[in-house]
């Protein structure tokens, strides 16, 4: 299909700094926010972005921050206050009908707030009475594993150690976590393939890198800093190429705002070489095929993988059985291109492969994770300078929470140690991570939600019944900085607990104190806020923990809460004697500028795996497993089975397609900053993405009305056997593979389920589900998509 380019321009350059600047007035928060931005990603004094996990680069930068990352920053440095004036003017009824938008911008939360629900609204409550009504409702359960202790990655080190210790003291490892909704294949699948379910580059590799392989990104938007790297790396003769079914137009050309000559002369660098514009959910099938060739025609590391790696001929006998017809049908590239990339792959001396969630969130990611590995291992690029897996995370502190323990299902060793540093049984089953707990949520086995951040029901899977789930608790509980969709479900009993952000000064009896966070390559960081909090009843995370432990375990325990919260390095001594690489910690994160890197055994060539070597796996599902899904749903409509309920003169396959969600330039996870979606042109978000000679084909126009639609059993009541509609969504253009469409998440979570997801890692299938588009009458077209809001 034809390259239809939407956006002409370079990324970044001067729309990006206006586009901030116009941010940091639409917060009302021009000075306060410049003056974070200039300390964001500073070595000393400053803190790390709670945007993306992005690593920081070694040489310093006077101003080290993306647009994306300045929305962030903007978000959060604020001063209009969501307080009790707020909601004595606003019913929680009244706030359900609120749009993500115009709740982001109610204002920061600042003061502890409890539901009422005779006036349906939010009241004042003193932080010492909402401690004592969660130690009461937590006493009442029949079970620790009756309650839920979701975490989201914007929580720095020391605070969530310390919160996954209080919850397993508690009796639970009920610990869900960002993670299951975005890089579980990742973590599953490295750790079984090469020990450590972690990034096995640093930023450094970037710079000697001769082919980086970018796998379902779109950095542009998600994680702007990556983009100078990119540049920096094709200056120096790396050759990139985007694996991805859209040509994002972010990916183009880097108009870097830290070159004069670039923002004055309107220079910029070239960044990608090509795209390889796939199938939706093509990225096993085309791996196979380049593994495949490399295989049949010797071009493999055949050294490294008799020394170092196990289960070698299972794959190279599945690979051997693999057609080329199947190839072609899975991924939507011809065996010729194909075979061109392979010989890319064979002529490189260091490939990194790097990805995103349009990998990882597929009812196949953890296939599509093991393809990669496997890739990289037939080479032997793991190990070597400017080679390396490199799977970018998006939440800041989304690893480190992960490396401090927040996890359902915890390794041994990790209970063992902290049962010998804290003297207590901890304990052994393993606990509900999202998916799991959303189930056991709906189904009424919950009595108790915690949020530690995050916005849970918006963005898990089946956001409608989540919700309505939560009303029928006794307890929540939402630790965060912001109000957001979930916080308005209440159940028996709810608390909204205001906590400090990453820009503000933490200062206790002790003094001022400084957190950690652990960037996408295992970098270790200090962050330390420079604002004064929006709001003196503010408490610290930890803080707030450790209320919390105190009120709920009271003499059960000899752990020095208080203690811990005011002084941040006696939290850094337990993580030292408690977590593999943090020993000397408090020496080390003040040792050098910009903290330390972990160690990570598989990069220097150990293998702590169960066969104590590389692993190679062979893939679970067919690599033509979409292909299948559609044919299965064209089955279902021959049969009669309309999901839309709606007849249509359309054929059947004109009528199935296959969805991803997308997020768009102006957002950041849940958080919807804006309407304005630069590379792709729209300023809304009831759009439907299609490319225009699909359009064309359909006898559709730009502008119609699309309902989109999809029949899957849940084993909930709440969508049991029901279809799922959406829509009408406004048909727009966009540079996207046949057979494809996409809607902005978080809006389409309801047409995906919680039954549908990766066999190993539980994570939802955000990024390839089967639907059936029917359109509205024509009549009801806009005449421009983009321009009418």
Not at 28 to 40: D, I
Not at 506 to 523: L, Y
Not at 527 to 549: H, N, R, W
Not at 748 to 773: E, G, M, Q, R, W
Request: hydrophobic share 40%.
């Amino acid at each position: 299909m034809r390259k239809i380019p939407v956006y002409s321009h370079p990324a970044a350059g001067w729309p990006a700094l206006i586009s901030s600047t116009r941010k940091l007035m639409d917060y009302q928060t021009f000075l306060r926010g410049s003056v974070s931005v200039l300390k964001s990603n500073q070595p000393q004094g400053g803190f790390d972005c709670p945007g993306c996990a992005w690593p920081d680069h070694k040489s310093h930068k006077r101003i080290d921050v993306c647009e994306n990352g300045i929305k962030v920053i903007a978000s959060e440095t604020m001063t209009k206050k969501a307080d009790a004036q707020f909601f004595a003017r606003h019913t929680v009824t009244e706030l359900q009908g609120w749009s993500g938008y115009e709740l982001e911008h109610s204002g920061r939360l600042s003061e502890p707030l409890y539901y009422d629900a005779a006036q349906d609204r939010y009241v004042p409550i003193s932080w010492e009475a909402a401690y004592k009504r969660i130690a009461e409702q937590l006493a009442q359960l029949d079970s620790p594993d009756e309650a839920l202790f979701y975490t989201s990655g914007r929580v720095t080190n020391e605070p969530a150690f310390m919160y996954q210790l209080f919850v397993r003291c508690f009796g639970t490892n009920n610990l869900p976590d960002c993670s299951n909704m975005c890089h579980e294949p990742t973590s599953v699948m490295l750790g079984k393939q090469l020990g450590v379910g972690k990034a096995t580059v640093m930023l450094e590799d970037f710079e000697q890198a001769k082919l980086i392989l970018m796998f379902g990104q779109n950095p542009a938007t998600n994680h702007p800093r990556m983009l100078e790297m990119l540049a920096h790396a094709h200056e120096q003769g790396c050759q990139i190429l985007s694996i991805n079914p859209m040509r994002e137009q972010g990916l183009s050309k880097f108009r870097n705002p830290q070159k004069p000559t670039h923002m004055a002369a309107g220079q910029s660098d070239t960044m990608v070489d090509e795209v390889v514009q796939i199938q939706i959910g093509g990225d096993a099938a085309l791996l196979t095929g380049i593994a495949k060739w490399l295989i049949e025609n010797n071009k493999i590391n055949t050294d490294f993988i008799t020394t170092h790696t196990s289960g070698f001929e299972p794959l190279k006998q599945w690979l051997t059985e693999q057609s080329w017809t199947d190839i072609e049908q899975g991924c939507g590239i011809a065996q010729t291109e194909i075979i061109r990339l392979a010989k890319l792959v064979a002529d490189s001396p260091a490939t990194i492969c790097t990805w995103g969630m349009g990998i990882t969130q597929h009812v196949q990611g953890d296939d599509n994770v093991a393809m990669i590995t496997n890739l990289l291992l037939l080479m032997g690029m793991i190990g070597i300078e400017g080679a390396g897996a490199s799977p970018v995370r998006g939440h800041s502190n989304v690893q480190g929470d992960r490396t401090m323990g927040i996890h359902e299902r915890p390794a041994q060793k990790l209970l063992d140690s902290l049962a010998r540093v804290f003297k207590r049984p901890m304990p052994q089953a393993a606990g509900f991570d999202v998916v799991t707990g959303a189930k056991a949520l709906i189904a009424g086995k919950l009595k108790v939600f915690m949020s530690m951040g995050g916005n849970y029901a918006v963005a898990a899977p089946d956001t409608s019944a989540i919700e309505q789930a939560l009303t029928t608790t006794q307890l929540n509980i939402f630790v965060g900085t912001k109000l957001n969709e979930t916080m308005l479900y209440p159940g028996a009993h709810n608390l909204i607990l205001p906590c400090l952000g990453r820009t503000e000064r933490i200062v206790t009896a002790k003094g001022e104190q400084f957190a950690t966070i652990e960037d996408s390559m295992c970098q270790i960081v200090p962050t330390q806020g420079t604002l004064t909090p929006v709001s003196d009843a503010l408490k610290s995370e930890a803080q707030i923990v450790a209320d919390i432990a105190t009120h709920v375990l009271k003499t059960d325990t000899d752990i020095p809460w208080q203690a811990m919260s005011t002084d941040f390095d006696l939290i850094r001594d337990y993580i030292a004697q408690a977590i593999d690489g943090f020993e000397n910690f408090n020496t080390h994160i003040r040792a050098a500028e910009r903290g330390f890197h972990l160690y990570h055994p598989a990069r220097h060539r150990v293998w702590n795996t169960d066969s104590g070597k590389a692993q190679f796996i062979v893939p679970k599902y067919p690599i033509t497993y979409v292909a299948a899904q559609m044919a299965n749903t064209a089955a279902a409509l021959n049969d009669g089975l309309n999901p839309s309920g709606n007849d249509s003169d359309q054929n059947i396959e004109q009528k199935i397609w296959q969805l991803t969600s997308v997020r768009s330039h102006d957002q950041f996870n849940t958080m919807i900053f804006g309407y304005n979606d630069r590379y792709r042109q729209t300023n809304r978000r009831d759009v439907l993405f299609m490319h225009p000679d699909e359009i064309s084909r359909l006898g559709w126009q730009k502008g119609d009305q699309v309902m989109v639609s999809r029949h899957a059993s849940s084993s909930h009541t709440a969508h049991k056997n029901k279809p799922r509609v959406l829509g009408p969504l406004i048909l727009t253009e966009m540079d996207i593979a046949a057979n494809a469409v996409a809607a902005y998440y978080p809006e389409c979570n309801d047409l995906f389920d919680l039954d549908t997801h990766a066999p190993d890692s539980h994570i939802p299938a955000y990024k390839s589900t089967t639907v059936v588009l029917q359109r509205v009458a024509t009549a009801a077209r806009l005449s421009d998509p983009v321009l009418s809001a």
